[in-house]
């Protein structure tokens, strides 16, 4: 898919190191005073990119990774599958991840990894995506809510270091209606 100079596509085993820089520093970025800082400065791009091959060469037909690519150059990262309640897989579809390179926050890479991702799962015949994001990242609750997400009732805490940190369940129906 192409979209304002942006070529969106399936990612490739030689794109891990790309998304891992891309997941790490939009840890970093997006989670600074959300979560313990020792933990954001523990992150490595090497162990990332290792995780990232490991679960790309062990593959996952049901889990779709997308990338972004801006003049050659990849700039966002979304990554689909089968909603997960703990390890059992539930038939309903979730965005497990989204990031974008810190300096290309707002540029509209991650509404077009978002739509893409919405598109995808709609012509798969979901009736709806659902998603965790922190319950303090404001940021990423405006970005889904404008995008047609919202709170469906289901908190959990999601642990980092010991600390917890709440998250929050969102939905959005993926039948008769399209990406705001």
């Excluded at 810190?102 to 739509?115: C, E, H, I, K, Y």
Aim: net charge negative; charged share 25%.
């Amino acid at each position: 898919m192409r979209v304002n100079g942006l070529v969106i596509r399936e990612m490739t085993l030689d794109d891990c190191p790309h998304v891992a820089e891309i997941r790490v520093r939009g840890w970093q970025s997006a989670y600074q005073g959300l979560m313990p800082q020792s933990y954001l400065d523990g992150l490595s791009v090497a162990e990332d990119t290792a995780r990232r091959r490991a679960f790309f060469e062990r593959g996952d037909g049901d889990v779709v990774n997308l990338v972004a690519e801006r003049q050659g150059e990849l700039v966002g990262w979304a990554c689909h599958g089968p909603y997960r309640d703990g390890e059992v897989r539930t038939g309903e579809i979730e965005l497990y991840a989204i990031y974008v390179r810190p300096d290309r926050v707002g540029s509209g890479v991650g509404r077009a990894l978002l739509a893409e991702s919405v598109a995808r799962c709609a012509a798969a015949g979901h009736e709806r995506m659902l998603l965790w994001v922190l319950k303090e990242n404001a940021p990423a609750r405006r970005f889904y809510e404008r995008s047609g997400f919202g709170p469906d009732g289901a908190e959990e805490p999601f642990e980092v270091d010991g600390v917890a940190i709440p998250e929050v369940r969102y939905a959005r129906p993926l039948t008769g209606t399209a990406l705001a």
